[in-house]
């Protein structure tokens, strides 16, 4: 059973949209869509941005207004390391965008933890994604072809 937090007090989620947003859980998962196409996906149905957090296996999607949903995501198996090391990242996240053979979502997510990435947002109005380590080192990627 998935557990399924709302929060906001106007609770303007509607159905189809928390199903997109499993749905695009689902397939970065199962790696059935790529990330342009589930940012685009997220985007045609309302939503502005998401985060996942590594440490407590939550993706949590947001809205315009405020609202969020937030759904259980995989456990990375790799622990977070204590040092954020933004080549390795930077490595990881390349290798995403080229789908490189043998390129998974879960490969791509414990190799992030092991970069020191504790989580990372996606602005869709920002065309960014923020990775977070764990001392709150960042490094911010810009969406391709920007």
Sequence with gaps: MIAIHLTHGDATMNEQQKATAGTCLAAADGNTMTFPQIVGTLM????????????RATATYYLPDGESLELPAHRVDAPVAPAFDTARMQAAIREAQQQVPGYTYRGFCEKAALSGCAGYIVSFSGRRALYIGRTAEIHVERFPNQ
């Design 44 to 55: 045609e149905a309302g939503f502005e941005s998401y985060a996942i957090d590594f440490r």
